[in-house]
Nanobody, 117 residues
């Protein structure tokens, strides 16, 4: 069984920064993708950041230039550095892991990010 544990959320003023981390544990195939989605109140869950084939970072247009995704494969950990935060970034942020060989998807429990104006 795979478990994803996120940390790093919190309350920050507009213009501030936060770094989220997500560590995967359990039996994990080395062929996997990890990334971040978020869900704001009353809205659907949306993609935030991940990796294209070849490990090239990919971002939603709304966060390009402000967020940076990185990964430590040795620790099965993915990070999301969030700068210049805006009130519209307020959401629950979810880590996601996809096993490429089976297409099985695992989600973390979510971490709340609140940006005050």
């Amino acid at each position: 069984q795979v478990q994803l544990v996120e940390s790093g959320g919190g309350l920050v003023q507009a213009g501030g920064s936060l770094t989220l981390s997500c560590t995967a544990s359990g039996t994990i195939s080395s062929l996997n993708d990890m990334g971040w989605h978020r869900q704001a109140p009353g809205k659907e869950r949306e993609f935030v950041a991940g990796f294209r084939s070849g490990g090239i970072p990919d971002y939603a247009d709304s966060v390009k230039g402000r967020f940076t995704i990185s990964r430590d494969n040795a620790r099965n950990t993915v990070y999301l550095q969030m700068n210049s935060l805006k009130p519209e970034d307020t959401a629950v942020y979810y880590c996601v892991l996809v096993i490429l060989t089976t297409s099985r998807v695992y989600w973390g429990q979510g971490t709340q990010v609140t940006v005050s104006s």
